[in-house]
């Protein structure tokens, strides 16, 4: 088992990141290739360096992939305003996942701050 499978903020990404690749299968199913590339890319990066970081030699090097992690979820959150306003995706889905996100990124740097403390 790789460490970051116990970290809860990277449980929390796979979860919001299932969501986001749901939505971008049904922007490509109107042909919205871009907005699904974004969108997926944006998402999974975020697992994806709560991951890499999880295998770093030190906490500072782990710190800034948490922080990277953290922009993308604000990425994710741009993404979602943008295809919202262009009714592609409901407003209580868009409301849901912004609260997922707000919190994902809140845990994230309550982590990454105890992370520096060590």
Do not use: H, P
């Not at 919205?32 to 090097?61: H, M, V, Y």
């Not at 943008?82 to 009714?87: A, G, H, V, Y």
């Amino acid at each position: 088992m790789f460490r970051f499978e116990d970290l809860e903020i990277w449980k929390d990404a796979i979860r919001i990141a299932d969501e986001f690749f749901d939505i971008a299968d049904r922007l490509e199913d109107k042909k919205l290739f871009r907005f699904a590339e974004q969108i997926r890319g944006a998402a999974l990066s975020i697992s994806n360096n709560i991951a890499e970081g999880s295998g770093s030699f030190s906490n500072k090097d782990f710190a800034n992939y948490l922080s990277i992690a953290r922009k993308s979820s604000f990425e994710c959150a741009n993404v979602l305003i943008i295809i919202n306003r262009r009714n592609l995706v409901e407003d209580g889905l868009r409301g849901r996942l912004f609260g997922d996100l707000e919190s994902l990124a809140r845990k994230i740097t309550y982590f990454r701050k105890s992370l520096l403390k060590l």
